[in-house]
């Protein structure tokens, strides 16, 4: 069965500008998890939808946003990009409970110059 | 902020030598998770680990749930070079509450 996909793998993008990326999960797997990877602070949980719902939320500002779609799918944005925003955003699926672990994509990796 | 501490850091080892690493936290988790992440790709999972005092092996991978639930360890045998990669813990709360991952630990094979 096909993979966690996402899209751009890679992007390039001024500061001020806003950025969409996509992530589509493993087939029958309703949990979207997303997280940023830096050098200097590893893996850091942005969010999860379930449901086309926030089921849990990180701590982060409010310029990054997500949303998912009835088919699962779902995006993330971020809004007047800073050059602190470049890494690498990781999207990980599941099943509803998370005690089998995620599925993570291959991840968008981000520039912002 | 990081609830979990991985060490070592990082680690250089000759090919054909065992591995140690192990994850810690403040906190208690119900459910400790490693992982394995390739340059330019997403983390893999290797183990998962449900209760305090099991052990459970993946091929050469063995990894422990500490019997305080507060840590975990995982030792690879036999290193071979595509061992290399970041290796993460990851611990989980609850079923349905976010996975909290470990800053990593790097490993590097010498042939």
């Known amino acids: 069965k096909a993979g966690v996909t996402q899209t751009p793998r890679y992007l390039i993008k001024t500061r001020g500008q806003q950025v969409t990326l996509s992530c589509s999960p493993i087939?029958?797997?309703?949990?979207v998890s997303w997280y940023q990877q830096t050098p200097g602070q590893g893996l850091q949980f942005l969010f999860e939808?379930?449901?086309?719902?926030?089921?849990n939320k990180g701590n982060f500002p409010g310029r990054f946003s997500g949303r998912q779609f009835s088919n699962s799918r779902s995006e993330m944005n971020v809004s007047t990009l800073e050059l602190g925003d470049s890494a690498l955003y990781l999207c990980?699926?599941?099943?509803?409970?998370?005690?089998?672990?995620?599925?993570f994509g291959s991840g968008t990796r981000l520039t912002v110059v | 902020g990081q609830q979990l501490n991985q060490s070592p850091q990082s680690m250089f080892i000759q090919e054909g030598e065992d591995v140690s690493m192990n994850c810690t936290s403040s906190?208690?988790?119900?459910?400790w998770l490693w992982y394995k992440q390739d340059p330019g790709e997403g983390p893999v999972l290797l183990i998962a680990?449900?209760?305090?005092?099991e052990l459970t092996s993946n091929g050469r991978l063995t990894a422990q749930f500490g019997i305080t639930r507060k840590d975990s360890f995982l030792n690879i045998s036999a290193s071979i070079p595509s061992d290399v990669g970041i290796y993460f813990c990851?611990?989980?709360?609850?079923?349905?509450?976010?996975?909290?991952f470990g800053p990593g630990t790097s490993l590097s094979v010498i042939p």
């Open positions: 990980a699926s599941s099943l509803a409970d998370h005690s089998y672990g995620y599925t």
């Open positions: 087939s029958g797997h309703r949990s």
């Open positions: 939808y379930f449901s086309e719902t926030q089921r």
């Open positions: 906190s208690i988790f119900n459910t």
């Open positions: 680990l449900y209760k305090a005092g």
């Open positions: 990851a611990g989980l709360k609850t079923s349905y509450d976010k996975v909290i």
